[in-house]
């Protein structure tokens, strides 16, 4: 089951640097056991607090405001990245001006991730709303059901949240930054989600370089790097790849790349 971090406390436009996760679950009392815990963590730390779900959650000492997806989600069509985050945004300028330190949410978002075209909407939202969750007192978990989905799909979604069980993971960087960060393995088995993840995420650089900091990488192949060079060129920019990984800088001299730089970070 994938990570569910408790959101520390937030207050005033303060934001939360563990406020963004991804849930796979297998069954209903796993959904209701995580966001229980997640929520709480909101609730104790002054946030709103909503749980979007079909049905009402069972046993909670503390009742959140319900909400069911289709209320906010177009359930059965395609998500739209900006009018998504919108929305949050909007619920979460209310949830402070009702006192709030900001909002916490916990979703079931199966439903928008069915179809190919569901899933490349739904990670360019998520992308975004991890932008909006690095700067912003908003938290928010989101949930898959993974008997409905299965392993690959659900894998798809949550390598792009900064907290979640996949062996790599690509989410947004420090407030301000057009760049992203990476964290965990990358190797044979992660080079195509990568890819994927890399180009639902639609990374804008800036001044024609776009930075992937990486202090939380632990390995990276060489094909990998080869795929990075390749990406920048067809994305007609340099990506530059700031690792603790020494054997990340010795591969890209030993292969000769012309578009992507590994600059060693302590």
């Known amino acids: 089951m994938a990570a569910t971090p408790s959101p520390p406390g937030t207050s005033g436009r303060g934001h939360s640097s563990l406020g ?12 209701e056991a995580a966001a229980h815990d997640f929520l709480a963590a ?16 069972r046993g909670w000492d ?5 909400m069911r997806p289709a209320e906010h989600y177009p359930v059965g069509g395609v998500i739209d990245p900006a009018t998504g985050l919108a929305r ?13 330190t900001g909002l916490c949410v916990a979703a079931d978002t199966t439903a928008l991730v069915r179809t190919p075209e569901q899933l490349d909407a739904y990670v360019r939202y998520e992308h975004r709303v991890d932008r ?5 007192p ?19 979604v949550a390598c792009v949240h900064p907290h979640s069980d996949t062996p790599f993971r690509l989410f947004a960087s420090g407030p301000g930054s057009t760049g992203a960060a990476l964290a965990g393995e990358l190797d044979a088995a992660t080079r195509t989600r990568l890819e994927h993840a890399l180009d639902r995420a639609e990374l804008d ?35 530059l ?11 890209a001299d030993l292969l000769d790349l012309t578009a992507l730089r590994v600059e060693i970070t302590r």
């Open 138 to 156: 908003f938290t928010a978990m989101c949930a898959l059901d993974r008997r409905v989905l299965g392993d690959a799909v659900v894998a798809d």
């Open 241 to 251: 790849l700031r690792t603790r990984l020494r054997s990340a800088a010795r591969l």
């Open 205 to 239: 650089p800036a001044g024609g370089e776009l930075v992937l900091d990486a202090p939380g990488l632990t390995f990276v192949d060489h094909n990998t790097l080869l795929d990075l060079d390749a990406y920048a060129r067809r994305r007609g920019t340099t990506v």
């Open 132 to 136: 909006y969750v690095r700067a912003n």
């Open 42 to 57: 909101g609730r104790a730390a002054g946030q709103q607090v909503r749980y979007l779900a079909d049905e009402a959650p």
């Open 20 to 31: 963004h996760a991804c849930l796979a679950y297998d069954d209903r009392a796993a959904l």
């Open 62 to 66: 503390f009742e959140p405001e319900l």
């Open 88 to 100: 949050w945004a909007a619920a979460t300028e209310a949830a402070l001006a009702a006192g709030y």
